[in-house]
């Protein structure tokens, strides 16, 4: 994957050249399907108001998702109490300049994300006001995966990511850091995708753990909120889709549709709490279908447990420079886009904001 043409064909607006200078720092973390989207057969319905528990908010994310939920955890540590990181490095790592990329993920032999560097810049920017108070994470719930055989985010990049969090004061009791599964490249879901070690798309495997299929999903939701009730296999609540251009320009990169779970009880009052699960690169609705909002184990999880799945969505665009769905962890969006108001980081905001508003 560190070249284009581990991708399969271009795409007519990848050219050589110039573009493969600099855009081939950032392939290397992204997933070509190649594969067309599978038709959900949603019809689009405004973002419902449910009046959900605005304490109870937290994020996840695989790869470009990882470093969007770190950004967001970050820069929202006042209402954000819990993420989960899948191969993602440290807050504002490339300082935005998409050079810095596979210094991020890892890719430079010697060199590896600095820490302390990216912890100054957050502290920075919460005296200034632009985000919150980087001491509000010494109360919030952090789960880290690397898998052994990722090839794509290697594992010093997320060790520089834990790094982080212990320097920003997160106690050790509330950061857990899973680096021996010999998995890919990948979210690791109980019943679908490829085997463990796969660096490929759709970038969902399923690994085993002492004998168990391993429920990433399930493990770092219950390290965030605690113990939950077992995953229903039976969904009772509702697959939607919403016009996501309501909060988000195409300026911004993202879709004009996304997606949100929400189980039966939230629909009818029960005060339930908000996951925002990041997609990765080249794993939005437009190039994988479904893969990563309904055969992944997140619904399940959250059908039993009264959780509200936010799915927002990137795709891949050419202005804004983004060719791969992925998630604006450089800065492709502005310079604030590690912000509270950058462009998707407000538009995601805005989003939980309608959740939790009354109907």
């Known amino acids: 994957m560190g070249n284009i043409n581990d991708c399969g064909k271009p795409r007519s607006t990848l050219r050589p050249g110039a573009f493969l200078a600099v855009a081939a720092l950032l392939l290397v973390i992204v997933a070509c399907s190649g594969r067309a989207r599978a038709d959900s057969k949603l019809v689009a319905v405004p973002l419902p108001a449910l ?16 470093f969007m939920a770190v950004q967001y955890q970050v820069a929202y540590s006042a209402s954000v109490i819990g993420a989960g990181v899948v191969a993602g490095g440290p807050y504002y790592c490339a300082a935005g300049n998409l050079l810095n990329a596979n210094i991020c993920m890892g890719q430079v032999p010697g060199v590896a994300p600095e820490p302390a560097l990216m912890l100054a810049a957050a502290k920075d920017f919460a005296a200034l006001g632009l985000i919150d108070a980087v001491g509000n994470l010494r109360k919030r719930r952090i789960y880290l995966f690397s898998g052994t055989k990722d090839t794509l985010v290697l594992q010093k990049a997320v060790d520089s990511a834990v790094a982080f969090f212990k320097q920003a004061g997160v106690p050790d009791a509330s950061l857990l850091y899973l680096n021996q599964l010999p998995a890919g490249h990948a979210l690791i879901t109980p019943s679908f995708g490829n085997d463990c070690g796969a660096n490929a798309a759709p970038y969902i495997s399923h690994c085993s753990v002492g004998g168990q299929n ?28 919403f016009k996501q251009s309501e909060f988000a320009s195409a300026e911004t990169g993202m879709a004009d549709e996304a997606f949100a779970y929400i189980p039966q009880a939230c629909r009818q009052g029960s005060a339930c ?22 055969k992944t184990s997140y619904n399940s999880w959250a059908d039993s447990n009264n959780i509200v799945v936010l799915y927002p969505q990137v795709n891949a665009s050419v202005a804004p420079f983004n060719p791969q769905d992925c998630w604006d962890w450089w800065g492709y969006t502005g310079a604030n886009y590690a912000q509270k108001a950058g462009p998707q ?10 959740l939790t508003s009354k109907p």
């Open 273 to 294: 709490k908000i996951h925002v699960a990041f997609h990765g690169c080249t794993q939005s609705a437009k190039t994988v279908g479904n893969d990563f909002y309904q």
């Open 51 to 66: 009046a959900a528990d605005p304490l109870q908010t937290s994020v996840s994310g695989l790869s470009s998702g990882a």
């Open 345 to 354: 980081m407000a538009a995601v905001s805005a989003m939980i904001a309608r």
């Open 214 to 241: 391993y429920d990433q999903p399930g493990a770092l939701l219950q390290h965030i909120y605690g113990r939950l009730k077992p995953p229903s296999n039976n969904l009772g609540g509702q697959l939607i889709a």
